[in-house]
């Protein structure tokens, strides 16, 4: 599209669309463990204002700080009056931002290649999603973008526009620092791709002068100050707490650890195709299949064009070059590292979205009779659809079904539900909301149930202590557990229900004729729910149906 301003007119109609899907219904999907915890520790900078980072787990604070305003604007001044929606709208914002940000890169990959990566990227399954996810990832690959963006833009542009720019790429970097330890892997990828393109044009004989060597250390220079400014403000707590400067550097020995599939929640080692297998082709038994190879295709396309330097059109072949150097070494490190979740992938597929535009726009420029330009055209729009659709399906109908390869871990609609059953016996209860409940779950780990529950004071989650020694807890009118915990801690639970007042089951509904079913924490994971029995007579007698 050669009018600047056509083209800026359909990628606001891009951006539009793009909005519409990662805007509405953010409530839609229960909450993940991973959204819960964040959710809880935002709670305690909203409430308390504190906040000190641990290098240990949970990631850097731009999630929590960027939260903030969106909360206060919507009306919420406590984690109880903050919902679903007003933290899933900051990685959504973060996933509107990457179209709408494409503009920045019109002149580096080519107009027409613009716009395919805009519609690709709005509505890829995977980047839908995890716009709709309250973790970091979003906002990684968003600032990431805009640091590599503001690269490009500087590099061409007089010295007080080049300075501007050089700001922007320093504030994105610190802001990469300060929000997932993993941005070590992009500035890498960032470096080798740089170093490459630069060997390249030595290769050419664009030889380096001492005047480009020096303009390169001041823009480095730039970007570092800017960024370890940045970065230091967050991962200090605003100065409040200096030793999380320290931490977040200290953070990587124990990250090159976890790389090895270790986490604080379980084991996530995957095969090193495993990415590669998400967003190729995923099918679990005799489920719908899942697919965003159209995109890993057109990528291969625009990869090989920018690597032998033709085809590419008005396309900057030194930006085209670097991108698939990045795209490649990122795809590498992330395939190569054994610990892997989804989410994870964001990074690398970014990139490959980018590829896959110009990969679009190389096939539409090459099919020169007009009969064969017509059918890459409708090739193009229907494997769009395709991605479209799964992207619909992926964040709607099946947002927490486990055959959606980018649903991990999940929560079930078992929670929100067994919540409102819960809420419903502290009505009944003198109590109200300071009703004591008691969840025991193995690991001390019964997340995302304490989000529905987070305006219980009285709810207690404590198991073992710190040497794993079973504690004490006074009776509570509900307990919430899991059936499989170890022998021990049944029978302590036994010994106290037998020991106190009879105590009845809270059954989800079930299909008549059929076996009463236990509630489910996430899939195979069931959860036992004992009431006191009077309590619960009282609740079934106000109920319809459902519970027994």
Request: charged share 15%; aromatic share 10%; glycine share 10%.
């Amino acid at each position: 599209m050669k009018h600047p301003a056509a083209s800026l007119g359909v990628l606001i109609l891009v951006v539009a669309g793009a909005a519409a899907i990662r805007l509405v219904c953010l409530d839609n999907r229960p909450m993940h463990t991973d959204e819960a915890v964040h959710a809880f520790k935002f709670g305690q900078l909203l409430e308390d204002g504190t906040y000190k980072y641990d290098p240990h787990e949970y990631h850097g604070p731009t999630l929590n700080y960027l939260t903030i305003p969106v909360v206060l604007l919507g009306g919420g001044n406590t984690l109880a009056q903050t919902t679903e929606t007003h933290l899933r709208l900051v990685p959504a914002i973060c996933g509107i931002l990457l179209i709408a940000g494409l503009w920045l890169v019109r002149d580096a990959i080519g107009r027409t290649a613009m716009l395919c990566a805009a519609v690709l990227g709005a509505v890829s399954p995977a980047m839908v999603f995890y716009s709709r996810y309250y973790i970091q990832e979003m906002l990684l690959v968003c600032f990431t973008f805009f640091a590599i963006a503001a690269l490009w833009r500087c590099a061409s542009r007089r010295q007080v526009a080049r300075i501007a720019w050089l700001i922007l790429a320093g504030l994105c970097a610190g802001l990469m620092h300060a929000t997932k330890e993993t941005c070590i892997i992009a500035f890498f990828a960032m470096v080798v791709a740089g170093g490459v393109v630069a060997l390249l044009s030595l290769c050419q004989g664009n030889g380096w002068t001492r005047r480009k060597a020096k303009s390169l250390a001041i823009s480095g220079g730039i970007v570092f100050v800017v960024g370890a400014v940045v970065s230091a403000t967050f991962m200090s707590s605003l100065f409040t707490n200096p030793g999380g400067i320290v931490d977040s550097i200290a953070t990587y020995f124990g990250y090159f650890t976890r790389a090895g599939g270790a986490g604080s929640a379980g084991d996530h080692s995957n095969p090193w195709y495993n990415y590669l297998r998400i967003i190729t082709w995923w099918q679990v038994d005799d489920g719908a299949a899942w697919t965003e190879a159209f995109v890993v295709v057109l990528a291969v396309v625009g990869l090989v064009a920018g690597l032998i330097g033709k085809g590419c059109g008005k396309a900057s072949i030194p930006f085209v070059r670097f991108l698939c150097v990045y795209t490649l070494v990122m795809t590498v490190v992330y395939s190569v590292i054994s610990y892997k979740t989804p989410w994870c992938l964001l990074g690398f597929f970014h990139g490959m979205i980018l590829l896959a535009g110009l990969g679009a726009a190389i096939l539409l420029r090459l099919a020169k009779p007009a009969p064969l330009k017509a059918v890459v055209a409708v090739v193009l729009l229907a494997g769009t659809g395709h991605l479209a659709w799964q992207g619909w399906r992926g964040s709607f109908p099946q947002c927490a079904d486990p055959g959606n390869p980018y649903v991990y871990a999940h929560a079930t609609y078992d929670v929100p539900e067994l919540a409102r059953h819960v809420r419903g016996i502290a009505n009944l209860h003198p109590d109200g909301r300071n009703m004591h409940v008691q969840i025991i779950c193995a690991d001390n780990h019964p997340w995302p149930f304490p989000w529905y529950l987070r305006d219980f004071p009285n709810l207690d989650m404590r198991v073992t202590d710190e040497k794993g020694r079973i504690l004490p807890w006074p009776l509570a009118p509900v307990f919430i557990y899991r059936p499989d915990l170890s022998e021990d801690v049944n029978d302590t639970i036994t010994i106290k229900m037998l020991r106190s007042s009879p105590y009845g089951w809270l059954r989800p509904e079930t299909p008549e004729g059929q076996k009463p079913r236990d509630w489910e924490l996430r899939p195979n994971a069931p959860l036992h729910v004992r009431v006191n029995r009077k309590l619960l007579e009282k609740y079934n007698a106000t109920q319809t149906g459902g519970s027994k």
